[in-house]
């Protein structure tokens, strides 16, 4: 058996970025502003920032080889990650830039617990580079998008939005990072509301 878990929502972060947003909610739960607490992160990507950055916090973090695919993970590789979430006792698996799309294995050790947060107002813009896109496409706003997965890419259902205006002279980098000030906002005060309601398994 594993050692007993307190009774606060435990999240298993999964990121292949330079963890940002791993950052916003770490700082939130210091900050006491979410009631969870961080049980490992977890990367695709060996030297990922947001492991260097985990392990600064001093959480357990975690490199999980992806095998040989490059948009998912190998079959055995999520079956393998799915199991260290499990053992780590996590109740939601959050992905903070993590670019591989999600499969049966951790779909189904995990159904309706792993959310995401993605840059435009979904369903417009899923996909890369989604601020791109969106300028391109002569929005007059974005913003960001935290939802659950499905088996989809960027389809699940809607837990909530922050829209940022397109201004006239932006370019992907400036909306990106008007996104990206959303997203630190949006992702804490999402987990805010999660953990408030969370009552932990019997
Ligand atoms: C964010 O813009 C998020 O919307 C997307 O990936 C990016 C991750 O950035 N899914 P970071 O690693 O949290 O800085």
Request: proline share 7%.
């Amino acid at each position: 058996m594993n050692s007993s878990r307190t009774s606060k929502l435990r999240l298993g972060i999964l990121g292949s970025g330079k963890g940002s947003n791993f950052r916003a909610i770490a700082d939130a739960i210091a900050a006491g502003l979410v009631d969870a607490e961080v049980a490992i992160v977890l990367s695709d990507v060996e030297d990922a920032g947001i492991l260097a950055l985990a392990r600064e916090r001093g959480y357990a973090a975690e490199y999980a080889p992806p095998g040989r695919f490059r948009t998912k993970m190998e079959p055995e590789a999520e079956a393998r990650l799915a199991r260290r979430l499990k053992e780590e006792k996590v109740d939601l698996v959050v992905l903070a830039g993590y670019m591989r799309m999600i499969k049966a294995p951790l779909l189904e050790a995990f159904p309706g617990r792993i959310i995401n947060i993605h840059p435009s107002l979904l369903p417009a813009f899923p996909g890369l580079a989604a601020w791109k896109q969106a300028l391109e496409a002569g929005a007059a706003s974005t913003g960001c998008t935290v939802h659950f997965i499905d088996s989809g890419m960027d389809t699940g259902p809607v837990i909530a939005q922050a829209e940022v205006p397109i201004l006239p002279h932006d370019t992907p980098e400036s909306v990106h990072a008007r996104i990206q000030e959303a997203e630190h906002r949006l992702y804490p005060e999402v987990l805010a509301a999660i953990a408030k309601e969370f009552r932990p398994p019997s």
